[in-house]
C-alpha cells in the first residue's frame, strides 16, 4: 500500500493563537487515521488543510500526488470531506440533498445505492428535521461520498450521538472502508479511536504528541499495572505496600486497588494465599487509549 496523503511541518496561526504547530504524518491507501485529541487541539484545521478547505501558513501537503494549494478543485474532486458542524435545511428532503451535492461533481456516485448502502433506503423522501441523529449522521456520511472520492475526512461525526447510534455509525464507517475509501477520522472520542483506527495521531495544542497504532500507543504509555480485587475477610495493607512491585494501595468501598509494576499479580495473590484471603471479583485492569493519552501529554508538558 502506498502513502495516499503526507503532511511536513504544517503550520497555521490565527492572529496570535498558533492553531497547527509544525505538524507531520502520512495516511496510507486502505487505512482508517484517526486524528485524536481534545477539543481546541488542532485536529479540524489541520484536515481544513488536507482537504483543501484552507489554507496553511508554511508546510508541506500532498493528497493523491495533488497540492491541495495548487490543484484545489482536483483534490476537491477526489476528497470527501464530512464537516464538524454540518446541517441541512429542515426541510429538505434526503433525496433533494442528494441532488443538489451530486451536482456539484463530474462523475458522481450512484446516489440511491449510496444511501441504501449507509440504511437510508426508504428515506429518499423523507426531511431532515425528521432524521433521527444517526441517520442525520449517516447522510452527511453520504454527501462527502457521493463524488466517490478515494479519500473521505469525517470530522467529529458521532458527537452528539446516543451509544447505540454511534455504534451504527462505527458499522457505517468500516463499510465504507471496506468499500475502498482510505479514512482520516478526526475524533475526541478515545473508545472511537481505539475500535475503529488502524492508526492514530494524537495531537495536543497543535503539535503531535505521538504517532502509533492504537495498542502501540497504549503499550509505549502503560507503564503501571492494576488488580482490583473485594477481599474474602480483613487484610493487613502493609502486607501489600511491602511488595517491591506495589507503588499504592487504595480502597474503593470493599474494593482494594493495586497499582504496581513487574509480575504485580502473581506477587498479589501469592500474598494472600499466604493470608488464606480469597480475592473475590479479582480483575487485572489493562490500561487504555485514555491513559495513555493522558499520560503522553503529561509527558510533553512536564
Request: glycine share 8%; aromatic share 4%.
Amino acid at each position: 500500500m502506498g502513502i495516499v496523503v503526507e503532511v511536513k511541518n504544517l503550520h497555521k496561526r490565527y492572529g496570535d493563537r498558533i492553531a497547527v504547530d509544525d505538524v507531520s504524518f502520512a495516511v496510507e491507501e486502505g487505512e482508517i487515521f484517526g486524528v485524536l485529541g481534545p477539543n481546541g487541539a488542532g485536529k479540524t484545521t489541520t484536515v481544513e488543510c488536507v482537504s483543501g478547505l484552507r489554507t496553511p501558513d508554511r508546510g508541506q501537503l500532498t493528497v493523491l500526488g495533488l497540492d491541495p494549494r495548487r490543484d484545489r478543485r482536483e483534490v476537491r474532486e477526489r476528497v470527501g470531506v464530512q464537516p464538524q458542524e454540518h446541517r441541512l435545511p429542515d426541510r429538505q428532503t434526503v433525496a433533494e440533498a442528494m441532488r443538489l451535492y451530486r451536482s456539484f461533481y463530474r462523475e458522481p456516485a450512484d446516489g440511491r445505492r449510496l444511501l441504501d448502502m449507509l440504511g437510508l433506503a426508504g428515506k429518499h423522501d423523507t426531511q431532515y428535521r425528521q432524521l433521527s441523529g444517526g441517520q442525520q449522521q449517516r447522510l452527511s456520511v453520504a454527501l462527502a461520498l457521493v463524488g466517490s472520492p478515494t479519500v473521505a475526512v469525517l470530522d467529529e461525526l458521532t458527537t452528539g450521538l446516543d451509544p447505540q447510534a454511534r455504534r451504527d455509525t462505527w458499522d457505517v464507517i468500516d463499510e465504507v472502508r471496506d468499500s475502498g475509501v482510505t479514512i482520516i477520522l478526526v475524533t475526541h472520542f478515545m473508545d472511537e479511536a481505539e475500535r475503529l483506527c488502524d492508526r492514530l495521531a494524537l495531537i495536543d495544542a497543535g503539535r503531535v504528541v505521538a504517532l502509533d497504532t492504537p495498542a502501540g500507543l497504549v503499550a509505549s504509555a502503560a507503564s503501571e499495572q492494576r488488580v482490583r480485587f473485594r477481599p474474602s475477610t480483613h487484610l493487613d495493607e502493609r502486607l501489600l505496600t511491602d511488595l517491591p512491585e506495589v507503588t499504592s494501595v487504595r480502597h474503593h468501598g470493599q474494593q482494594v486497588l493495586v497499582t504496581g509494576t513487574g509480575n504485580l499479580l502473581q506477587a498479589v495473590t501469592s500474598v494472600l494465599a499466604q493470608q488464606h484471603v480469597v480475592a473475590q471479583d479479582l480483575r487485572v485492569e489493562q490500561a487504555s487509549l485514555d491513559d495513555a493519552f493522558v499520560t503522553l501529554t503529561r509527558r510533553r508538558r512536564s
